[in-house]
């Protein structure tokens, strides 16, 4: 049975969404092509009609990823973002959480292709942080822009090391509080 080129999309777009996903929880190298496709509800040997390689759906699942990131991002000025980004909740949320707190560590060990893909979605982050900010098309001063340059690594940062600590851990949550309260109290002297 053919399939038409709107449903090769969504299945395609599905593929994607669930490689995002599954990504993000597992890392690059804990899932497979044959997982990653039955999870998605596809077999194994329909994956290289939409995709060259795994390394393709990497980079496409990443972008894809950082996207939902950037759209959470549209609406909200730093400290609404940091509130929510340093939270229990995130952390907690791996596989619906940020793609550069999730992946950033395995990202430094593939290909240029994606490296590219994630500091082009850092780029975009910091724009869009910068135009929430201040109001102005995203170019940010110097100083603004590393302002939110340390208080994207930090929160990113928290995210990661709190993540690494046990669940019921104390000090994966006072990382978490730690860094949010910092962060807060920048973003607040930035707006007063």
Known sequence: MRVSKAQAQANRALIVETASHLF???GYDGVGVADLMAAAGFTHGGFYKHFGSKADLVAESAA???SKTLELTQAADAAQFFDFYVSRKHRDSRDAGCTLAALG???ARQAENLKSIFADGIDSLLATLARNESGTDGDAS???RATLIGQLA????AI???RACPDDSAL????INVCRAQLLA???????
Do not use: K, N, T
């Not at 920048?186 to 007063?192: L, P």
């Open 24 to 26: 993000r929880e597992r």
């Open 64 to 66: 894809c990823g950082i």
């Open 105 to 107: 560590g395995d990202a």
């Open 142 to 144: 110097q100083e603004q």
């Open 154 to 157: 930090q929160a990113v940062g």
């Open 160 to 162: 990661v090391l709190s």
């Open 172 to 175: 994966a949550d006072e990382i």
């Open 186 to 192: 920048v973003a607040a002297d930035e707006q007063g």
